[in-house]
Structure formats: structure tokens, C-alpha cells
Nanobody, 113 residues
Framework: QVQLVESGGGLVQPGGSLRLSCAASGSIFSIYAMGWYRQAPGKQRNLVARIAKGEITNYADSVRGRFTISRDNAENMVYLQMNSLKPEDTAVYYC???????WGRGTQVTVSS
């Protein structure tokens, strides 16, 4: 089991930026594929970005070119840099450990003027 704690959400104006952080427990974190998902009110939870062993990344079409996922294996951290934010990016963002299927509690991101 992996414990995941997200932080960094908040209210930002359209066009702004936020950086989400996910702190993970576990001594073998470096071999895990990790992901960021989001869920807007009344909608299903969807993949935003994923980073696998070897720093292989993939992104949802809606965020490609604006969001960047990265990791610091020494610190057991995963990050999501979000630029050029749009109102449709508003959602609760969740950190996910792919092999263990664990989830964090989420952090709210609201993009509004």
C-alpha cells in the first residue's frame, strides 16, 4: 500500500499557473508508474497525465502542451505543473499509484475570474 498526499491546489485566474505536488510513501517508489487524474462535479474521473519508469510520460489531449508531469524519486514526489489554465480545468485533482491502485484524497483546482 502507498500513502499519497496531494497539495498545491487553489483558485487561479484563466491563463494562470499552478503546481501540484504529491508526496508518496514507500521505498520502491522509483519503480512505480504514477498518475494525476481529475474529476469535475457530475463527471467521471479521467486521466490527466502519467509518468512511468524511465520518465516515459503521456497526457490527455486536453492538457498536452500546457501541463507537465515530473517526479523526484529521491524525495518520493510527483508534480504536475499546470500552465495556461482554463475554466474547464476546474476539478479535484488526484494522485494515483498505478501498480498498487492507491489514491490520494485530492486537491481542488478552480480556474475562474
Amino acid at each position: 500500500q502507498v500513502q499519497l498526499v496531494e497539495s498545491g491546489g487553489g483558485l487561479v485566474q484563466p491563463g494562470g499557473s499552478l503546481r501540484l505536488s504529491c508526496a508518496a510513501s514507500g521505498s520502491i517508489f522509483s519503480i512505480y508508474a504514477m498518475g494525476w487524474y481529475r474529476q469535475a462535479p457530475g463527471k467521471q474521473r479521467n486521466l490527466v497525465a502519467r509518468i512511468a519508469k524511465g520518465e516515459i510520460t503521456n497526457y490527455a489531449d486536453s492538457v498536452r502542451g500546457r501541463f507537465t508531469i515530473s517526479r523526484d524519486n529521491a524525495e518520493n514526489m510527483v508534480y504536475l505543473q499546470m500552465n495556461s489554465l482554463k475554466p474547464e480545468d476546474t476539478a479535484v485533482y488526484y494522485c494515483h499509484s498505478v501498480p498498487t491502485r492507491d489514491w490520494g484524497r485530492g486537491t481542488q483546482v478552480t480556474v475562474s475570474s
